[in-house]
């Protein structure tokens, strides 16, 4: 009875807390909304009579003044109105006000001295008002003032009213609340809990209620034993799928964040893994005075975190938040995810001149373009390379304090910014696994000779056990620039290199991306008719088409605007019922190319756009800022085609986030054979983009396709999207790895079984640029710190 009377008591606290806490705030927001529409109307009434009471003042028409003071008296709470001329003389008074206002008011005073409008709250002869006060001009100035005054008794009135009645609503609410708890307490909570017990106990054993023992002991005693053994039944049912699912790990079912964890917990019998890249995968930002911690859109952390969780590993990075030092500890780690800490984020910090010449410098103005054969010409400086390495060797230092007393590290790093970095971690650790995955392209041997470094960049990637590119073509050329510019034996049979007595296998791993639930609710919910999409940007449209990129002149967007523009030339019947929507993130816009293809993407944009413009209806809609997965699905989802048009590419990643993204099956996909996507997704409208009529023609066929035959084309292209997403690149990609054989004294690698995954058909139609000519100049002019770019996260 004790209890039950604790029980009440604490409600009804808990309730006259809330009550209280909830009735003061109503009230208040009740009485200041009501203030401040009183004080609006004052503001309101004063500036409509104020032209007037001017032109009255400079005819000097007192009595017209008088009568338009007593128009205004006891209507709507409004006491009156009164016109002060200079040394704040009174001209004129609304009746009700005479005798109240013997004194010149503050207000008046404030209002003149500041030559602006001023309203305050405050009690006239014992009633509560609100008065305003408008300054009066005239050609030499200010000549006087308008004041308005409202009785604002009703406010308090009002007040009070709320008061009584959130009382008596508490007072209801108690007198529930005491009734109800007794009642089921009684009924709904003695009598269940032993049931329950009863039930859980016949759940987890499959016997009667035996002897438990629990009766003599406190009433939630029973339940709190009951709910321990359940919750140990329930790990032991989670061991066993587990184990379920170690059992179908060659199986081709789908791959999953938890099929992948639970895949590499095993594989990596216990030891701890390290990745390196520039981004990080979380970033401390301030937002005014609250902290916020923001994830990067990244398919890479999708893919790694899983495992990172599975053995709490280590992920280095570049700490580029605002904030990022405030929440570091004394060797600059700090516990991620925030919500749930399962890894640790080890943050390197970089000056401006490192992050200046090391990443917009050598990684972007040199390699960037070197590995892309989009003719533009690398920039390669003495100044860059020398910061480049000092960068490689800041990483390397970090890798190997925090590998300090792992066994037998496995170390995975990440794209361009870091090929001196296998080497580096391998002379000193040699025992440790080492990887590098390469997002780029890797150009012909004779690209790829124009730079200067090229057996310094050679060397540093061989130092890997494993080196993974997207497609098989880059393998190939990796393996012909390492043929004929260093000391080695290949193996080309099974795709090694033999160098200095270290092995390094070179395999292809095809990136991917998640594929998303179909019972996924938020995916359900996100999901709008085209139409809406097109009213919300204003155009007038049957079909629409879709291109996302970075702005980048890799990505062959100028070429996709030139070919929808020779698309509606081809078919007018289209003109003013296709529109393309092109969604562009700006990227390292401190680069003169980059600022350069900004302005020529945003003037082919606008001249196309002149030359068909028709009332509401544009061929082009430029949408030149960052979006977010969400905003970028609900245009996947919209589109009738999307357009990937890169003039070379790693992998794009658009092509197949908008396959994952049309469950329906419908639309078409348009894509570059310059793109590794291109080897996997046969079945999409494959053209050359600098062919604009056949970019025109693939725009058209999209269209005019078969219902049939295109939802057969995406099925297909859907399915194997889903089947190698990018859970699988990072289980294949850890599994070859981690099964390699390394002499611990040389560092010695031996292969690993074959991988996973089985290589999609490939479509043969990889770009040969043989004469291309770049240059290099040490003495190029230097751009300042600005747009951090996309890296290894712009998967794109």
Known sequence: MRLIVR???????????????????????????????????????????????????????????????????????????????????????????????????????????????????????????????????????????????????????????????????????IALIVLTTVIMFQRSVLKPIARTAAWMRELRNGRGLGGSGLADFDVLKPLANEAHSFARSLAQARAAAEQEARLRETAESSWTAERLAVSLRTKLKGSRLFVISNREPYMHTRQGK?????????????????????????????????????????????????????????????????????????????????????????????ADWEEYQRVNEKFADTALDEMEEVPQPIVIVQDYHFALLPKLIKQRRPEARVGIFWHIPWPNPEAFGICPWQRELLDGLLGADLIGFHIQAHCDNFLKTVDQVLESRIEWDTRNVNRADHLTLVRPFPISVVFPDPMD??????????????????????????????????????????????????????????????????????????????????????????????????????????????????????????????????????????????DDAEGMLVLSPFTGAARELPDALIVNPYDTEKLADAIFRSLEMHPQERKARMTRMRSIVQQNNVYRWAGNLITELCELRVDATLGRAAPAPPVLMTAPKRVESEVVCEELVYEFNDAAPRRQIGDDGGDVSDLR
């Open 521 to 662: 609710e938020d995916k359900k919910r996100m999901h709008q008719h085209q139409s809406a999409v097109l009213n919300e940007m204003g155009l007038e449209a049957l079909y629409l088409g879709v291109g996302v990129d970075r702005i980048d002149y890799t990505k062959g967007i100028v070429e996709r605007l030139l070919g929808v523009e020779r698309f509606l030339e081809k078919y007018p019947q289209y003109q003013g019922k296709f529109s393309f929507v092109q969604i562009g993130a700006p990227s390292r816009t401190k680069i003169k190319r980059y600022a350069d293809f900004v302005r020529e993407v945003e003037e082919t944009a606008e001249r196309i756009n002149t030359r068909f413009r028709n009332g509401r209806w544009q061929p082009i809609v430029f949408r030149k800022r960052h979006h977010s997965h969400t905003e970028v699905n609900r245009f996947y989802r919209a589109a009738d085609v999307c357009l990937v048009t890169s003039l070379h590419d790693g992998m794009n990643l658009v092509a197949k986030e908008y396959l994952a993204s049309r």
């Open 290 to 382: 609250e902290l916020q911690a923001l994830v990067p859109a990244s398919g890479l952390v999708t893919a790694l975190e899983p495992i990172l969780h599975a053995c709490d590993g280590t992920w280095i990075a570049h700490g580029s938040g605002d904030a990022d030092c405030e929440v570091v500890d004394a060797r600059n780690r700090v516990r991620v995810p925030p919500e749930d800490p399962r890894y640790t984020l080890r943050r390197v910090w970089l000056s401006k001149e490192e992050e200046e010449r090391y990443y917009f410098g050598f990684s972007n103005e040199g390699l960037w373009p070197l590995c892309h054969i989009a003719h533009t010409r690398p920039t390669f400086r003495a």
């Open 7 to 173: 029980l009440i008591g604490s409600l009804i606290l808990c309730v006259l807390l809330v009550s209280v806490s909830s009735s003061y705030y109503q009230v208040q927001h009740e009485k200041a909304a009501l203030r401040s529409e009183l004080a609006k109307r004052g503001e309101v009434l004063a500036d409509s009579l104020q032209e007037n009471v001017e032109r009255l003042s400079r005819k000097h028409a007192y009595a017209e003044m008088h009568k338009l003071a007593q128009r205004f008296g006891n209507k709507e709470n409004l006491l009156g109105i009164a016109i002060y001329g200079k040394g704040e003389k009174p001209l004129a008074q609304t009746a009700s006000l005479t005798g109240r206002l013997a004194v010149t008011p503050e207000t008046l005073k404030i209002a003149l001295r500041n030559d602006a409008g001023r309203g305050d709250f405050f009690r006239l002869q014992e009633t509560p008002v609100h008065m305003y006060a408008l300054p009066l001009h005239d050609e030499n100035g200010v000549v006087g003032a308008l004041i308005v005054v409202h009785d604002a008794t009703y406010i308090s009135a009002a007040k009070a009213r709320a008061w009584k009645d959130m009382s008596l609503r508490v007072m209801v609410q």
